[in-house]
Structures are given as C-alpha cells and as structure tokens.
C-alpha cells in the first residue's frame, strides 16, 4: 500500500518568516495530494490540494508543488503568523480501484510561529 | 450547509456498554468516512461508504460496526470497547473518493 513520509516532524520560526514542510510517497498511481491543518481540539481542514497533472498552485500565503517523477510534494507558508502554528499533515490517494477514497497521512509536523 | 457535524461531541462509555457515533452531512455528497486519530497522530482510515455501500474496511475489529441509513447520515455503533480504543473519532465526506474530504469536529471516546 501507499506509505508517506513527510518530515520535519516539528518546526519553529519567527513571523514573517517562510515555513516549508515535505512529503514523499511510495506509489507512483498517487493522483491526489491535500494538505491540512489542525489545531489543538480541532478538526483537520483542508487548507491547499493538488493533482498529479499539476506542478504548483497557489492560495495566498500558501503554495504546495508536486514532483512527480520524485515522488515528493511540498508546503510553502510564505509571511508566517501566530495563527499559522498547528499540526500540519499531507496526505496522498489515487482515484478508483480498491483504494477509492483511501487517503494515507503523513505522520505530522508541529509549526510553532514566534511572535 | 457545508459542514459535517457530529454527535456527540464526548462520550464515556464503559468496555461492557453499547453506543452510537452520529455522523451528518447536507452537501450531497457520496462519499462519507471514519476515521480514528490518537493524540499527536494523523487520521487512520476505518471504514469507506460509496453510495451508501461500505467499500473499505480497514481490518477494523468487530467491536466497531459502521451503518450508512442514508446518503447524509453514517453511524458507527460501538460495543464491547477497550479502553485502548479511546481516541478522537473523526467522520468526513466527499463528493467523490478522489475529492476534497470535508472532516466534522470529532466525537472524544473514553473507554473506561
């Protein structure tokens, strides 16, 4: 099956600097990449996805990029700010066949932004 | 209405009761999820429904039983738990099974 590892698993900066998280994947049929956020007693929300026939997007402060042929995708938190400090965790799964609807998390990362 | 909400929001239930996790959504989408998250831990897939048929079950213990009565509604009825299996039990949707996951705000179990 899908494993994800993504790394580092805690992360400290300083507002108004840049975060960047990673993730890489086993299975070359992973088609789908999410990213949520989830603070302390919260539900997980998705914040920024992917698909594999896209290389980057971007939503405000936030951008995620996909290498395929690497098999890794990354979070890029650009302006940090206190509210940005969470539980960030990437996600991968493939559309169709026995695994329709199956995300695999990575194991987490701790983002702490220091005021 | 673009949430999943579910019921309760905590529950203390002891190894030898019997309860049920409620899980709603109105945004008509077909795909609804459980999911199993300890502290400091990602989501761990439980069970899948497709159109209201379970198409995953990840190796879950009998104890969890899951019932989708309706496109909107998903129940995980829980009996005979351990105290191992108390964690934030987590349910989502989606429009498809390759689609955005939408996650309610969790039901907190404590088995005592």
């Known amino acids: 099956g899908e494993n994800v590892e993504q790394h580092p698993s805690t992360l400290s900066v300083q507002e108004g600097d840049s975060a960047v998280i990673k993730c890489t994947y086993s299975?070359?049929?992973?088609?789908?990449f999410p990213w949520y956020k989830q603070e302390l007693g919260k539900r997980p929300q998705l914040i920024i996805d992917i698909r594999s026939n896209v290389g980057e997007k971007k939503d405000q402060r936030i951008a995620v990029t996909l290498n395929k042929t690497a098999k890794h995708f990354s979070l890029h938190i650009t302006e940090t700010q206190p509210e940005d400090s969470a539980v960030y965790f990437c996600?991968?799964?493939?559309?169709?066949?026995?695994?329709?609807?199956?995300?695999?998390f990575g194991q987490g990362t701790i983002l702490t932004v220091h005021p | 209405d673009t949430e999943v909400t579910q019921t309760p929001k905590h529950l203390v239930m002891g190894m030898t009761n019997k309860k049920s996790l409620k899980c709603e959504q109105h945004m008509g989408h077909r795909a609804m999820y459980w999911y199993k998250q300890k502290a400091k831990k990602p989501p761990e897939l439980m069970f899948v429904?497709?159109?209201?048929?379970?198409?995953i079950n990840e190796s879950v213990p009998s104890r969890f039983s899951p019932e989708c009565p309706n496109s909107s509604l998903l129940n995980l009825h829980l009996h005979a738990l351990q105290p191992e299996d108390s964690a934030l039990y987590l349910c989502a949707s989606s429009q498809g099974g390759s689609d955005e996951q939408y996650f309610g705000p969790g039901t907190r179990l404590t088995v005592t």
């Open positions: 299975d070359s049929a992973s088609n789908y």
């Open positions: 429904y497709s159109y209201e048929k379970l198409s």
């Open positions: 996600a991968a799964s493939m559309s169709g066949g026995t695994s329709y609807g199956k995300l695999t």
